[in-house]
Structure formats: structure tokens, C-alpha cells
């Protein structure tokens, strides 16, 4: 599906991580592997440190968070604000929706529209395209809120899943716009007969968590898990992701009328970094300009890790600059989705960390600077 | 490539020493054939095959003869 949206930008983006730091290093015996060859594994895939919410810091919890941050800055004024759309995996409660929960914790006023997306890797840009569907629709401003909280917490076991999960959540909010260059162009693909490649078998309708789902096992690569746990076929979808996500950035160009060669930043989901630098050879960019750092100093945070990378190395630069930027994401489904705008000229762009406990009001906290958790200086949890 | 070459390949991918690997292998005797050295032989068969395994054609391998077998040019 192409679809072409006139008339939004995008005003600003922040996304929060939770405070507390866990470092592959320290993980390394909780898995059944000799340590020589989890360290192999980390160095190839980024695998360095992580960030994780505390058990009493819910998805909600980290996005009502981050609305009060703006509402707080004054970025965001509850009485201009028209929807509210909500993406996330994890849901606070099964009733009601987090969109619900979070309308409740925020206080905002009856008559803002609140709604769910169910998404997972591809959230922040199916997120997006809902968005600007509502400011097409005549809303004025719309909170784009994906947020990923507790998904990660489930088996420390999984070297296959663990170490790359993160928690973090982002609010994006998407105005009106009367000039003409900003123009969002769209590219979804799904091919669902692959779903199983990423997986969470048990939990849902077809299979209720049970006492019996709960039951570990070893699976073929000798990773413990059970069906209550999410599975991935790494090799089906690092295959999926090759071989699919260069010819639909070629074809979401070819749509936009926009040279590959134009564009300045690819902010793409963020599973591993060897995933992402093999994906920039394919595309033949540098990758300097194919983010890759996201899992290894926050985690693979699902939705949230096109913000992340967008605040984390763009950061301010966003404020006074604009850059042709394409968004891409693949992942369960099988599903991908790419888009492409001039990003820029935005009112805020701000990495926070949240103090965890639950916490939605916000007090002081210090924005995260690029370079900060790099290179081993690992913000401490505490260390303010 | 020959036999010494795509041992050698292996090796590598494993991070093994030189020789560590014989076709008689078996690979549940080498910790060092994990998840990350059969997405590394998925990439060396892309780039110096031609060629697409399967997640499932991987966890059918029982020794290193198993791979060396798939490690031919498109028939």
C-alpha cells in the first residue's frame, strides 16, 4: 500500500528511557552458553548495555510520563490537543485500553479523542500514517505515543531475545502544516505466512497461557524459553530484511519522486547492529547515516526505537535544521513499512530518562546528550 | 573453494583456530556453533554462493560435513 499525506509535519518527538542500566556484561552467565561465545555474540550484535523498567513502571506509565514532560515545557497544551493514538504490544490492563488509561492518569479533557493501535516493530510508522490520517481528517494536533514497557522482562534465559530488549516510550506530535514541502509519502507490505518467524505462541485466544504453556524447554539453538515466551527465527528474519526492505525503500523513492542518493538520514527499527550495518551496505549508504547505536546503549525498544534514534542522534540538530529523512521498519508480522519527509524545523526534539516507580508527574530531569552512554561512560542509575 | 578453504571459512566464522574443524566434526561438540555463527554462514552463503538457507535446513545440520555439503555454487 503507497499513500501520499499533504499539509503535516511532524513538531517534535521525545522519547524516555527508564533510568535504570543493564549491561550485557553482567548477563552473561544467566545464559546457557560458555561466556567466550555470548561476548562474540555481543561484540557482532551491539549487545552492550540496556535499558529496563523497574516491575511498578508500566507502558503507560512511561508515556503519561513523557505527555507531562511536554505539557510541563509548555511543548504541548491539553486544550489544543485533538487525539490521542496510543501504539504499544503490552497493554497495562486487557480492559481498558492504554489510550483509556492514559487519558485517565493525564486528566485530559473529555473531548479528546483517544484511541489504540495494536503494532509491533513496524508501530512507529503505522503510528505515523494514523496521525497524519487524523490531521487529514481536520484535527489540528495530534500525540503520537508508542510506547514498549515489560515485554523484555519475560526470559532472561533467551540470549536470542534478552539482551536486545529495552523499554522505553516516545510522544510525537503531528500538526497541521500550510507549507507545501511538508509532505509524508507512505510504503506498507505485510506477508503474514511468515508470522511465525516472530512469535509469541502462547497467551492469546488460539492459546491461553496455562500452567502448561509455562514449562521451559531447550530449544534447537539451546536457548530456554517457553511458549508463554517470544520466539524468533533470527535467520528467517535477517533473510526477510534483506531481501525486502532495500527494494521497498527503492520503490517508496520511486513514488515520492525523491532520489535515493537525497536522502541525508535512514531512521530505521533498530533489532541488532549487524542487522542494520549489512542492511546500509545493501542500500550502498554510509553507515554513518543508517543509525545503528540504539540497541547498544538503550535496547531493541519495538515501536519506540525510531524516536529513539531520531532524539538520540539528531537531537537538537532538528531544532534549527531540516534533513530528507526516510523511516523504516520491519519486523512480527512479517510486516515493513518505510516513509519519507524533510524532517526539521521542530519545536522540541528530547531524550529523558524516567526515575522509575511507577512515576507519571514530572520532576527535573536532565536530558540525555549523544555521547553520554557511549564508550563505556554509562549514565548511572542515581548519578544526577 | 576447496575442502581446506571452506574448513577455513567455517573457522573463522566460529572464531576457531586453524584445523579445529574436520568434515567428521560433530557440531554438537562445538559450543562455538551457535546462533551467531549460523547467521554469519547465511551471510558467507549469500556472498560467496549465491545461495539462501533456511533457518530450518540449519538446525538439520548434525556435523560439519553437513555444511560443507551445502557450500557449492547454484547447480
Known amino acids: 500500500m503507497l499513500a501520499t499525506i499533504h499539509g503535516v509535519r511532524i513538531r517534535g518527538v521525545c522519547a524516555t528511557v527508564p533510568r535504570q542500566v543493564y549491561r550485557f556484561e553482567d548477563e552473561l552467565k544467566n545464559f546457557p552458553f560458555p561466556e567466550k561465545t555470548s561476548r562474540r555474540l555481543g561484540k557482532v550484535m551491539g549487545f552492550r548495555e540496556h535499558r529496563i523498567a523497574d516491575a511498578r513502571t508500566t507502558p503507560c506509565d512511561l508515556a503519561s510520563y513523557t505527555m507531562n514532560y511536554l505539557f510541563h515545557r509548555g511543548w504541548l497544551r491539553k486544550d489544543r490537543l485533538r487525539a490521542m493514538i496510543v501504539v504499544a504490544q503490552m497493554a497495562d490492563h486487557p480492559v481498558p485500553g492504554n489510550s483509556k488509561v492514559m487519558h485517565g492518569q493525564l486528566g485530559l479533557p473529555g473531548e479528546v479523542f483517544c484511541t489504540d493501535v495494536y503494532e509491533n516493530c513496524i508501530g512507529f510508522v503505522s503510528g505515523l500514517f494514523t496521525a497524519c490520517s487524523y490531521i ?204 519519507t519527509c524533510r524532517l526539521g524545523g521542530m519545536d522540541f526534539c528530547d531524550l529523558i530518562e524516567h526515575p522509575g516507580n511507577g512515576c507519571i508527574a514530572y520532576t527535573e530531569s536532565r536530558a540525555l546528550e549523544k555521547g553520554e552512554t557511549q564508550g563505556g561512560g554509562a549514565a548511572q542509575p542515581g548519578q544526577e | 573453494m576447496n575442502l581446506q578453504e571452506k574448513l577455513a ?53 548434525q556435523t560439519v560435513q553437513d555444511i560443507l555439503d551445502t557450500m557449492e555454487p547454484e547447480a
Open chain 1, 136 to 339: 487529514q481528517a481536520g484535527m489540528e494536533e495530534v500525540a503520537l505515543v508508542t510506547t514498549d514497557g515489560g515485554a523484555c522482562r519475560a526470559n532472561p534465559l533467551d540470549r536470542n531475545t534478552y539482551p536486545l530488549c529495552g523499554d522505553a516510550a516516545a510522544v510525537t506530535v503531528v500538526s497541521r502544516s500550510d507549507d507545501p514541502d511538508d509532505v509524508l509519502h507512505f510504503v506498507f507490505r505485510n506477508d503474514g505466512s511468515r508470522r511465525e518467524a516472530l512469535m509469541t505462541p502462547a497467551g492469546g485466544c488460539r492459546m491461553p497461557a496455562t500452567a502448561e504453556t509455562a514449562r521451559m524447554f531447550k530449544d534447537e539453538m539451546g536457548n530456554y524459553r517457553s511458549l508463554n515466551h517470544m520466539y524468533m527465527d533470527g535467520t528467517a528474519v535477517f533473510q526477510f530484511v534483506m531481501e525486502s526492505v532495500p527494494p521497498l525503500i527503492e520503490e517508496l523513492c520511486r513514488y515520492a519522486g525523491v532520489d535515493r542518493s537525497a536522502i541525508q538520514y535512514h531512521l530505521t527499527h533498530q533489532p541488532n547492529r549487524f542487522m542494520l550495518q549489512k542492511l546500509a551496505d545493501l542500500l550502498g549508504v554510509p553507515r554513518d547515516i543508517l543509525f545503528n547505536n540504539v540497541v547498544e546503549n538503550f535496547g531493541n525498544t519495538s515501536s519506540v526505537t525510531i524516536p529513539v534514534a531520531t532524539t538520540f542522534n539528531l537531537g537538537k540538530r532538528l531544532l534549527n535544521e531540516r534533513f530528507r529523512v526516510c523511516f523504516s521498519a520491519f519486523g512480527a508480522g512479517l510486516s515493513l513499512a518505510a516513509a
Open chain 2, 9 to 61: 571459512a567455517l573457522e573463522e566464522i566460529m572464531e576457531l583456530d586453524e584445523g579445529a574443524l574436520q568434515p567428521e566434526t560433530r557440531l554438537e561438540d562445538v559450543e562455538e556453533w551457535d546462533s551467531l555463527a549460523a547467521l554469519s554462514y547465511v551471510v558467507l552463503m549469500g556472498d560467496e554462493f549465491g545461495k539462501k538457507v533456511s533457518g530450518q535446513q540449519i538446525r538439520a545440520f
